[in-house]
């Protein structure tokens, strides 16, 4: 079992940054794949990012390329979403997930959970 707690969200106007950690407990990550995804009010889950277990493969969703980068400190078991020229758009509870190895932007290959951390971009 491998537990998830996302941390760091918060109010941030629009153009500005913020960095999402991930905290895991229970097994080590290195063996894992996590990837990171975000729910709107009203929408549906929606990829973010995805890192395979080794750090050597990423994959970003169309929405996010370019402004933000998964990354992830096995030492410390934890992954990070740093997002960049944040837009009113990207509001939502993003959620970090785990898997084995291989890097998926499918929600539904994901093991593990985390609760989720709000983040608001005012206009």
């Known amino acids: 079992q491998v537990q998830l707690v996302e941390s760091g969200g918060g109010l941030v106007q629009a153009g500005g940054s913020l960095r999402l950690s991930c905290a895991a407990s229970?097994?080590?990550?290195?063996?894992?794949?996590m990837g990171w995804f975000r729910q709107a009010p009203g929408k549906e889950h929606e990829f973010v990012a995805t890192m395979d277990w080794s750090g050597g493969r990423t994959l970003y969703g169309d929405a996010v390329e370019g402004r933000f980068t998964i990354s992830r400190d096995n030492a410390k078991n934890t992954v990070y979403l740093q997002m960049n020229s944040l837009k009113p758009e990207d509001t939502a509870v993003y959620s970090c997930?785990?898997?084995?190895?291989?890097?998926?932007?499918?929600?539904?290959?994901?093991?593990?959970w985390g609760q989720g951390t709000q983040v608001t971009v005012s206009s």
């Open positions: 997930a785990a898997r084995r190895i291989a890097a998926s932007y499918r929600s539904t290959d994901y093991d593990y």
């Open positions: 229970g097994r080590a990550l290195s063996i894992y794949a």
